[in-house]
């Protein structure tokens, strides 16, 4: 049994992309299918294609849909690396980005001037992407150019446009209705903006934690003496929200938290320094979701992040962060709205993967995982 | 450009295995070439096929001789990770094992009856290897079943038999033409045995650490607060073997030093026990060139192995290490001798990797690895 797939790179991550119809010939779930292809259950992956870290082990599944505007559906697979299992909950804002230059190569979309926009749809989350590759002359680049950090070698420019993103998890922009609300937490008023664009974000300005607005190098130490109260912030966001029932019921994940403020005179190079917790912990860059929900409370009057950021924010958005600026942009067009990030793409190889026979009972438990 | 290679685990190891010709294709030296293929310079090599550890970090060159009795060359690559550089000062014995299997694949060498024997030939070492691969009825099985410690897959069966490994690096098995030495270090006359096959190796005893043979869980702790002395013994051992004109000047791999001593009565799965050190720490298992030499010893009358595993070996060794019970074995034919172990092997994915377009002087100086 042989199944073809591109492994190519989107932004910062590994991603072996196949087309649905030919995962379906394998004739078995993708939940066991994914796990054996990659080498799972096993820390190493060493007997699949999978790289044994969380940035190398995904998936993403394409669909052309018959009709509409959308040119290609993908679905995003977090494939497990210990365990032969397969996380279906999330999108990853870096495997996105394969799939218009997957379109291009493909012969799917046929390129057309400067820039080439496919309108993407990930099934995991509902969020239509368009996405803007390069295509100079109306062809896809013979030599590539686009940098980004975290990648030492160029790629294809890819844009990633979430289209009209707000709401996509409570239903509006300002979940509580208002632009910025006081959440009382380890004996200080925390002044917030939480909004729901990407994903739930709940923004605290750093000068409530006491963090030297001028000196953005202090602010990890200043903010990991204070994970918990600021956990106890985002609990209580999560329930104003409507994400939880209590903040003890609240998600690890979910919403994320956000540390604000505006850049010094000496530092004029971004509108914005920021700093993301993620898992509990400060986030070494941004991760794209987040980066769509700043942009957005950036333009909505009223937020933290509208004052930050000044009153006339341009569509491009420059955001300081542990990694460096990362700059976001916002397009209006017949109607809709686009927030997005630009990323760079690259197919790296063309393969045809050999999935082993599965016969007799020993392989069968296999497939299934159970043989560590 | 593009370039066919199979991704094909070998043993513990994963690697990629390209035909010589299909790499002159590209116009550029390969200490070039395949650290831009593999995404290096870069700890995640994210935009390249490497996996970013040393164990998937490797590359195999094949070439079919013109004529004589070597079915296949093939040629080691180290690839670097965080260096856009190639070591190809060594084998590696894990990688060995794709070779024979690749020429079956591909139609150059047909099989014939349960076991097919490629006589393979590595350039880096001038080592020949036969190999033995499990074809039963004549031909490769389609459901793997062939299991190995440390991968959890099954894969093909793959023996690796070196051929007349004996002095390749010395001229001698024994090079200081006795089976048994005395080594003064640390105030204690060590008993040793110094041999060179597969690779230069000095066995001491464990008992001469004052190690417990009855408990070879507990070696680990003993050996670890002797490292010094036991590499005050490697580098006479150096000397002794003429591989360093002086012990300051002895090399940090070469020789390599193994700790052996007899199984107790109550531990009968095995026919020695042995713990190496690799780079000065113990290893977690054993090298295949180690077991090689260590194989040999046991057959060679007078050295520290021969005495502690018994005056007459059977074709098969087992060895005791901290990862288990490693076998390897003996066969004498046509006046020739082979020692070896065996692997399991399987072929990963058929590959054509992307190699970017190299124009201007920004790609240029990327496939120079100039450019993190």
Redesign the interface.
């Known amino acids: 049994m042989?199944i073809e797939?591109e492994?190519m790179?989107g932004g910062?991550?590994?991603c072996w992309v196949f087309e649905a119809e030919h995962l379906q010939e394998a004739g078995t779930s993708l939940d066991m299918l994914l796990p054996r292809l990659f080498?799972s259950?096993?820390p190493?992956q060493?007997?699949?294609?999978g790289?044994?870290?969380s940035?190398?082990s995904k998936a993403v599944i394409l669909h052309r849909p018959a009709g509409g505007d959308v040119d290609v559906e993908f679905t995003f697979a977090q494939v497990g690396i210990e365990e032969a299992a397969v996380d279906w909950g999330s999108n990853c804002g870096n495997c996105s980005a394969v799939a218009g230059l997957y379109a291009i190569e493909k012969g799917w979309v046929t390129p057309s001037g400067d820039t080439t926009r496919i309108v993407t749809r990930n099934t995991n989350t509902g969020q239509v992407i368009v996405q803007r590759v390069a295509t100079p002359a109306g062809a896809l680049p013979?030599?590539?150019?686009a940098q980004m950090p975290?990648?030492?070698?160029?790629?294809h420019r890819v844009g990633l446009g979430f289209q009209d993103p707000a709401g996509k998890t409570t239903g509006a922009l300002l979940p509580t209705g208002a632009a910025t609300d006081t959440i009382t937490a380890g004996g200080t008023r925390w002044t917030v903006s939480m909004v729901d664009a990407g994903a739930p974000v709940v923004i605290v300005r750093a000068e409530d934690l006491g963090l030297d607005p001028a000196r953005y190098d202090s602010w990890r130490t200043g903010v990991e003496l204070q994970l918990d109260t600021l956990d106890q912030v985002r609990r209580q966001a999560a329930v104003r929200m409507g994400l939880a029932p209590t903040t003890a019921e609240a998600a690890r994940a979910i919403p994320k938290l956000a540390i604000a403020a505006a850049p010094t005179q000496a530092d004029p190079g971004c509108d914005v320094n920021v700093m993301m917790l993620s898992m509990g912990r400060p986030h070494p860059a941004l991760a794209i979701t987040g980066s769509i929900a700043l942009t957005l409370a950036a333009r909505t009057p009223g937020t933290v992040l509208h004052t930050i950021s000044g009153n006339t924010p341009g569509p491009a958005l420059r955001l300081r962060t542990p990694a460096g600026v990362i700059e976001t942009w916002s397009e209006e067009r017949d109607g809709t709205l686009l927030v997005g990030v630009d990323r760079t793409a690259?197919?790296?190889?063309?393969?045809?993967?050999?999935l082993?026979?599965a016969?007799?009972s020993?392989?069968a438990a296999?497939l299934a995982g159970a043989?560590?």
């Open positions: 042989k797939a492994w790179r910062t991550s590994k080498g259950p096993d190493r060493i007997d699949g294609v790289g044994a870290t940035t190398t013979l030599v590539l150019d975290g990648v030492p070698f160029p790629g690259r197919t790296i190889a063309t393969t045809i993967i050999h082993p026979e016969s007799g020993a392989a296999s043989t560590l």
